[in-house]
């Protein structure tokens, strides 16, 4: 049997005690321990964004992450955010028709409020260059730029 | 108010958006084993041995099998020619040779490693041209004894796969006296479908039957498919659907299924998920075919064609699946959108030592259209005449015929594509007009709707919400998510929210023809309509008992009953099924549609597999790009689509189709690269290396769509998710070629291709 290390994180505001394999990647621990399978697998690689996760409020991707690292850490998984502003992503997305397959879509939300916590009004440049990490073959992107655009305009008028 | 044409949020969204969704790669089963494939590593040699022992032994093993263990069968969607394990020899690297099914993932890899293999390597042929050579060795040595699936033979020979020809004779004869002969050579790579999620399978052998969980676009195709590789009845295999991460074609055919059912089966029941990785996914995918085509046009003095001669090779892999249907496709675009005179063409699907290529959003289509349009681009050229004017008075009419005899009609929406984008974004292709490594290109295409059938049947549940019983399924699109369930609100008088569909299941619904082909909106649209009615009738029916009326003046209105001119609703739907169904009549409905097919000339052409364009659309893109001297780099600075659509049933549905299929192009176009080296490896097998369009590579197309009455499809909707990714290569390449001033003959267009084309001599 594979040598197995406790591992103790906050995952969505709780806090989960996990016992992890060796170079076991946080995605497989929260797919496959946590059962949170929001968090989409795509490539493994680090190439498509499928499944980024907050820690500590930044993106990473989860595929690529070490679960071991993630020792005394806070995690948000698309099933924890729950937030006004995540609300707000979502909702957007949602009515801009923005979700085709919806395979990469919570990794897209993951990573809009990661942006959006850290950039109030994020222009369509860099929203863009944000989202260049997260491959949707899907939808071309537009219509979540749109949302996204929506969502800063929306919170710029209610400020 | 009219639920046709609105941008009604997809069922699914919520779901999605939350992560809630469970796709085929998420299913799980108790006592699921794992499974993985053993795949060759070289792309032709002779299997001298493949010995299990060592691997069974291993521990946490359940099962291992290879094609020992096995019926001697052969599969395929069109003709039967594929094993499901290698026998005697490898055809591909990546060909199935063995599985392995144990308790841990790492425990089925590391088994898979001890399985004793010996192959002797052999020269692969990875060229089509040079496979298709008289006295090219044979892949298939035993293809004469091949059986087609659906019983009649068609045009094949030794590597050549299928082969579709015409040849009105005189061809040559005009080339011979023409005053200006243009000449062209196009290439295109293949093209991985890069679905975001990979495929997989949880397949469990129980009671004598195998039940294949799986993500797949044609459920129905897949029961046939496993049942021919495992040597089993038809409906001994059911295959039940999953949330689908995308398809574009890729999902259609059998991928690991078969695989993990034979597993289970030797494991003695236990369920087996086989997922494969996205290096394995991208390495094995039966991507859209790489072509070569050869086009040649005889002018005359005023810029009218007299003759066209198009010769193409396609790559068909070591396996052919369905891509014998795609050998029509050089024949169908040689001569297509323009009028020409006499046309020969042949088409030829060749077996080469790669993986098996299959069926990609909009088929064969961008690689033909490119090389028609800068064709169409180079001839304009000769001639001194201007690329759209040249286009615009050689454009067919109503009336006017497409190379099989199908007549033309409705061709007043091509002309007004290029007039919708001429409103857009005026066309300047003087020579003026030209602003340095800046380029335009505007190209048209003429497209099809796959006319297979489909079925369904509806139920009217007790609280008079609907539940629609179907195995056509919602590839991403926002068919069944958002467009049925709108056509059947529209037509029964209730809300789209109150419809609900279920998950495919072979054993339960009735045969659908899948995914593909833009199909699924206009033809389970016809279908739902058809059941939505009987479900009224029936509803006004059981009303008209209840509330003692004639039924006739009843009508349903935002689920209520209503007497005809009244504004007060008489009763709810849910009282209707109520009474129905303890009355001993459940409320039910069942509907079925194929699109109508088109008279077309039978003598047209030999071996014409795909005989006609059912439903036709017409279709303009224009595209400006700026490229880079220095570096090579192109920029898709601006993207105009007019498309004809029949009708809006849902616009952001509609816009999500348009927007993604010319990205996924775009990628096709200008990032997407995958080659082989000699040994028959792939170069680009990652996705660091095979590089999908990103946020910041795509510009936000801007779109115009076009209706028209059409009683072919419901409202007049017809299928819009496949025909934008038709044009992207074509107008892409001449905005590119127009741009640093010369021509572009090649699929993807690379700065390395950029700079070469430069070389020494820029504008
Ligand atoms: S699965 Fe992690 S980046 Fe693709
Ligand atoms: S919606 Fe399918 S990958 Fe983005």
Not at chain 1, 134 to 154: E, H, K, P, S
Not at chain 2, 67 to 95: C, K
Not at chain 2, 335 to 349: D, M, Q, T
Not at chain 2, 416 to 431: L, M, N, S, T, Y
Request: a negative charge; glycine letters at 10%; proline letters at 6%.
């Amino acid at each position: 049997m594979t040598e197995t290390h406790p591992v103790t994180a906050t995952v969505n505001g709780r806090e989960e005690t996990f016992e992890v394999e060796g170079l076991e990647s946080l995605m497989d621990v929260l797919r496959d321990k946590l059962h949170l399978s929001g968090t989409k697998e795509g490539c493994r690689e680090g190439e498509c964004g499928a499944c980024t996760v907050l820690l500590d409020g930044k993106p990473v991707n989860s595929c690529g992450y070490i679960a071991r690292a993630a020792e005394g850490r806070e995690i948000e998984t698309i099933e924890g955010l729950n937030d006004a502003l995540s609300m707000r992503i979502k909702t957007a997305i949602v009515e801009a028709g923005g979700i085709q397959c919806g395979y990469c879509t919570p990794g897209i939300v993951v990573m809009l409020s990661g942006l959006l916590r850290r950039h109030a009004a994020p222009d369509e440049r860099l929203i863009r260059q944000a989202l260049s990490g997260n491959i949707c073959r899907c939808t071309g992107y537009a219509q979540i730029v749109d949302a996204v655009l929506g969502v800063v305009q929306g919170k710029a008028a209610a400020e | 108010m009219s639920h046709i044409g609105s941008s009604a949020i997809r069922s699914d969204a919520w779901s999605k958006v939350n992560g809630e969704t469970v796709y085929a790669y998420d299913y799980k089963e108790a006592g699921m084993l794992y499974g993985v494939l053993l795949r060759s590593p070289y792309a032709a040699g002779k299997l001298l041995r493949c010995d299990l022992a060592k691997a069974r032994a291993m521990p946490g093993v359940r099962a291992a099998i290879g094609a020992a263990d096995m019926p001697p069968t052969l599969a395929g969607w069109s003709i039967r020619d594929t094993p499901l394990f290698a026998r005697d020899r490898v055809r591909y690297v990546g060909e199935p040779i063995a599985a392995i099914a144990a308790d841990s993932l790492a425990e089925a890899r590391a088994a898979a490693t001890a399985i004793e293999l010996e192959i002797e390597p052999g020269t692969p042929l990875i060229d089509p041209e040079a496979a298709a050579r008289p006295d090219a060795p044979l892949l298939h040595p035993d293809w004469k004894d091949y059986v087609p699936t659906a019983g009649s033979d068609f045009p094949r020979n030794g590597n050549i796969a299928a082969e579709c020809s015409a040849d009105p004779g005189g061809v040559d004869a005009i080339f011979d006296a023409a005053p200006l002969v243009v000449e062209d050579l196009f290439t295109t790579q293949r093209q991985y479908q890069a679905y975001m999620e990979p495929k997989s399978a949880v397949a469990i052998y129980r009671a004598g039957r195998y039940i294949i969980h799986s993500g797949h676009q044609f459920p129905f195709n897949l029961r046939d498919r496993a049942a021919q590789f495992l040597g089993v009845a038809t409906t001994d295999v059911r295959v039940i659907g999953h949330a689908i991460g995308g398809g574009f074609g890729g999902k259609l055919d059998y991928s690991v299924e078969p695989h993990a059912a034979a597993l289970s089966k030797a494991a003695s029941g236990r369920p087996v998920k086989i997922a494969n990785s996205r290096v394995e996914d991208l390495a094995t995918a039966n991507c859209r075919e790489s072509t070569i085509v050869k086009m040649r046009s005889a002018v005359d003095g005023d810029g009218n064609i007299l003759a066209r001669d198009v010769e193409a090779y396609m790559d068909n892999g070591a396996y052919t699946g369905e891509m014998s249907y795609m050998a029509s496709f050089p024949f169908h675009c040689g001569a297509i959108n323009y009028r020409v005179g006499k046309f020969r063409a042949i088409g030829k699907l060749v077996y080469t030592n790669t993986p098996p290529t299959g069926a990609m959003r909009g088929v064969s289509g961008p690689a033909m259209y490119a090389a028609l349009e800068n064709h169409m681009d180079h001839i304009a050229a000769k001639l001194g005449a201007d690329r759209r004017e040249y286009r615009l008075r050689h454009l067919v009419g109503d009336g006017d015929t497409l190379p099989n005899g199908q007549v033309l009609a409705n061709t007043k929406l091509l002309r007004r594509g290029f007039d919708e984008i001429e409103k857009i974004v005026p066309w300047r292709g003087a020579a003026k007009d030209r602003v340095p490594y800046k380029g335009r290109g505007l190209a048209a295409a003429i497209w099809l709707v796959n006319p297979l059938p489909g079925a369904l049947s509806m139920k009217l549940e007790e609280d008079g919400t609907l539940s629609v019983i179907t195995a056509a399924t919602d590839n991403g699109t926002g068919a069944l998510a958002a467009g049925v369930p709108q056509i059947i609100a529209e037509t029964l008088g209730i809300r789209p929210e109150q419809v609900r569909i279920s998950d495919p299941d072979t054993d339960v619904a009735a045969w659908d023809s899948g995914s593909q082909g833009g199909r699924t909106t206009q033809t389970i649209g016809l279908a739902a309509i058809e059941g939505a009615n009987q479900l009224r009738a029936k509803i006004l029916e059981t009303a008209g008992q209840l509330l003692q009326v004639d039924a006739g003046t009843l009508t349903i209105d935002d689920g209520k009953i209503r007497i005809e001119g009244e504004t007060k609703s008489r009763m709810a739907l849910s009282e209707v099924a109520m009474a129905a169904t303890f009355g001993g009549a459940s409320i039910q409905g069942t509907g079925g549609a194929a699109l109508p097919a088109v008279p077309f000339n039978p003598g047209c052409a030999n071996g014409l597999l795909f005989p006609f364009f059912a439903s036709p659309t017409y279709h303009v893109h224009y595209a400006e790009v700026e490229v880079s001297p220095v570096s090579g780099n192109i920029d898709v600075t601006r993207y105009v689509v007019a498309q004809d659509v029949g009708r809006v049933i849902n616009s952001a549905c509609v816009e999500g189709q348009i927007q993604g299929a010319v990205a996924q192009s775009i990628g096709m176009t200008l990032y997407e690269s995958m080659r082989f080296a000699d040994n028959g490896r792939l170069i680009e097998n990652n996705l660091q290396f095979y590089r999908l369009p990103l946020a910041v590579d795509i510009p936000k197309v801007e779109y115009v769509t076009m209706e028209l009455d059409n009683i072919e499809g419901p409202f007049g909707a017809k299928g819009s998710g496949e025909a934008p990714i038709l044009l992207p290569p074509a107008v892409i390449a001449s905005a590119v070629a127009d741009a640093i001033g010369k021509p572009i003959c090649k699929i993807p267009v690379t700065p390395e291709d950029v700079l070469e084309a430069l070389d020494g001599d820029g504008f």
